[in-house]
């Protein structure tokens, strides 16, 4: 139960941190005279992150669901580690929850709009 507490808590930060500046990293290089004679593919590198991090996001939210359904009867001003466990669990729903808006936001925003405006 260990490593779902974590994956839970750490799995969408890890997810939304990585395709932001990959993405970021992307676009830079769409928009940059240099990239643009590379070929940068970036709707396909946009839909590939979003993919990836909206499923590691998604495993973070599935494994903190795990965790609290597990713990959702104990007592919640127990000693630990079955109290912490439990904040722990809640925290993971919360953050995992929030990013996945953040990484869906994010990544439907850049397919949907022009980051530069290529001449």
Not at 74 to 103: C, H, M, N, Y
Request: hydrophobic share 55%.
């Amino acid at each position: 139960m260990e490593i779902l507490i974590w994956v839970g808590l750490f799995g969408a930060p890890i997810a939304w941190v990585a395709s932001h500046v990959v993405g970021w990293g992307v676009s830079e290089a769409r928009c940059e005279t240099a990239g643009r004679q590379w070929g940068i593919a970036f709707d396909t590198w946009e839909i590939v992150l979003l993919v990836l991090a909206t499923g590691l996001a998604l495993v973070g939210l599935l494994s903190s669901l795990a965790v609290y359904q597990k713990v959702k009867d104990v007592d919640k001003d127990a000693d630990p580690p079955e109290g912490r466990v439990w904040l722990l669990s809640i925290s993971g729903l919360v953050v995992s929850t929030l990013l996945l808006v953040a990484i869906l936001l994010t990544h439907t925003a850049a397919l949907s709009l022009t980051p530069c405006s290529i001449t």
